[in-house]
């Protein structure tokens, strides 16, 4: 609407109109489309859940008749409005569109004469308004910078109600589907579930705008398509799958630091495993420790010595230096004695001062808050094993250094673990 306030000439202010208008049908198409696949997508749920449970009546739900029933009166203001829209894009003078309320309540009661019609008229007569709308607005005959004046307002505030309800119905359906998805165990997570889902984010991420929300900072949507990686994964191998791999990673990478969001225990005490650390590579032979702690100090010595830039440096080098930092770090918690690792383990540790010059706050990305915050709970546990590994640790300040890499908003809490307790018995043996 702003490109109609800076026309003068009629021509173009026409031109100018009706591309704002089509922009609008175009936008409105789509979200009535989402709107008819989420109708489908709940008809097969409650299909499903007919067939699994024969004597279910979900109207016996006052929850149920209640979201029913709003559903129904959201759905019930579309035709009104169709007709309404139809109106008003038809070559009816302003005039007439300012009697229309009154005009329709006349012809509601007096049953028209059969007449002779074009198939223009025959096409309108499926929008017709049929009776008297309060909620239309009557705009008064005025000046033409009255009109766009008028025009500007009434767009603005409509399309910024028309986002805030959009921006609340997909922030609500996207916590419902990770619910649910979590619910699912992956031998249950089909190629339809796939699908649905992948249609919805992909109408989310296509979009351009939504009323103060970004998707790409939203850890519900972040977690969502973690979930739906893991998933995933338990597909055959195909030319689709690779597809589907490939767009999740697309949508993956969009997110933003913002978006993270702590899954690891690093606060509890006495510390413990925490289950969700699913993913530790395990090592029990010393060999096997000796040729990680190697694979890190390589990979630390060549990221020292290379005076390439800081982003060169970071691309080349930060995933790898973590990568490695984890398998070593999970490898010394599956060995009962680990007085051989503490200088490796505080080695291994002390590059991560490193890692700190390469990133910053303001563009570290949500992969790589993940990577890290796996490093400060593998090194916690190191931590409780091994105490020169703890007192290092607090002296060089290198875990508040790491914690300060995290945007403030999603930074996680760090508890050391207590000091290890040296075994007086064996120490008398």
Known sequence: MDAILSRVGDAELRQHCVAAVLDELLQTDKQVKDVVLALERTLKVVQASRNVHKSLILNASDQVQASFRQLGESCNKIGPLLRLLHHNMSAASTSSIQQLPKVTSVVAQ???KATPTDSASTTTSEYECLSDDSDVVVVTTSKRSKKRKAAVDLSGSARKKILLDDTESVRKQLTVDLRNIRATCKSNYTVGMHKDLSSFLNSIFEKKKFHNYEPRDDPVLAQLLDEM?????????????????????????????????????LISLPVTTDPQATDVHKCKENQDIRALSRQCNQVASKLRNDHASVTNKRKKYMKDLVDASIKYFAAVLEISHTENQTNDAIQCMW???MVCELVQSTTITRGECVHLEKVLYLLRLVMAKINKVRKRAIKCNIIADVLALFPPSVRPEFKYPPERKKNKKKDKK
């Open 110 to 112: 007096v049953e028209p």
């Open 229 to 265: 990686d893991n998933r995933n994964n338990g597909f055959k191998e195909s030319t689709i799958q690779i597809e589907r791999r490939k767009k999740i990673k697309t949508w993956q990478n969009k997110m933003t630091a913002l978006s993270f969001a702590s899954s690891l225990d």
């Open 351 to 353: 590059n991560f001062h």
